[in-house]
């Protein structure tokens, strides 16, 4: 793992330990990096520490520092990562905090192992991985490149599915979307667009959320190469187009639709998804409940097929370009090892165990296979292993 083999010399001082973990004892190991840390205190490798594992590496972190600095306050340092909103931290929050405390420590995942912070992180993965972005402009980027265009145009094209494709999402012709029973809304459906026509693209090119996501992704990638109970198994899915990167299959890396509105893709390329607005799109929730309880939990819910995420779609504002037409994320996510559910029999509470203290990473819901349903969807937990990398403005079209 992680804690074995020589370590690179950090700049700030290393710290000796008693090992728990070692089989033989009073064994030392001397922490040299953020990723040495999080893993020696990840005790059932996770890729998650639960509050008391955070405390460790909190105490761990706290000898690191001269003598004289203050205590570390773990509850405050437990909300000021993020595990207060989950219940967990995973690496890249617990390394964004550990930043903050000017170790100088490298971060030591092997991709970038002297990088000390996760800008110069992330900047390295860009050059490392041929990431091309247009310019050294921030945020939304339009895309002008034909060839790309082409590239994006075809992934519409190629996910569009042209016959089963209504769900109750859709919605109801004469009540529109969540005002009717199952039965009305089927009996009176929205008609479903033929096709999908690119009008613009843009790029997002947002260094802080590719380096959480970079790091999240090389974190799940050392995961699945290691033995587990659970064997690692890639799976394929329909919108995993290379476009001008390819992705990563050692770790189920995809490429994934997810359909709001303007103002949302803006804000998803800003600051990523918010898990606090699961439930309160489309999900089916009874009158006037404003949230509803997602099938597979509250989590980022994503699709393979534009058909599906067009469902979601919101016309752009008439005060703004390209008004009446609609948009979609196309986000990078890290699938790591997927658990496929293809039944109708789901324990929401199992599913959340089964990502944060197991050996699971992801969700696919295969309501096709058993159950006969005209799409898959893939649900993420956690937004720092998705990477919102473009919104697409499309028209839709009717035969």
Known sequence: GALGGAASPARGRALVVASPRSSVPRATLRFTSVLQIFDFHDSQDTGHLSKDEFGGAVRACQQLLPPDTETLNVEDAWINSGGARIGFVNFPQFSAWVEQLGLGLPIGLKLAEQ???????????????????TSNQGGMVQVVDPALLYRLQE??????KATDNWTRDRGCVT???????????SQNRVKVPSGYTLVAAYCNQNLHLWGRYCLFKETVLEQCLKP??????????ESSHSLDAPLDERCNEWRLFHGTSWDGCQSIC??????????????????????GQPLYGYGIYMAERIT???EYAKPIPK??????????????VVGGRCHTITGNEIEVNQLRRDIFEGPYHSILGDRVAM?????????????DQCFPEYVLVYAREYS
């Open 308 to 310: 599906k995420a067009d």
């Open 371 to 383: 159950l006969g349903k005209p799409y898959r969807e893939i649900v993420a937990y956690e937004p």
């Open 228 to 237: 587990s109970n659970v064997q690692y198994r890639h799976v394929p899915l």
């Open 155 to 160: 992934l519409l094209t190629s996910t569009h």
């Open 115 to 133: 990088a000390t912070c996760e800008m110069e992180f992330a900047e390295k993965v860009l050059m490392t991985k041929h990431v091309t972005w």
């Open 319 to 332: 005060d703004l370009p390209d008004a009446g037409l609609h948009c979609v994320v196309v986000s990078r």
């Open 175 to 185: 009540h529109g979307i969540n005002a009717c029973s199952a039965s009305c809304a």
């Open 270 to 291: 800003a600051s990523n998804f918010q898990l606090s607005r699961a439930g309160t799109g489309a999900t089916w929730r009874k009158s006037p409940e404003e949230r």
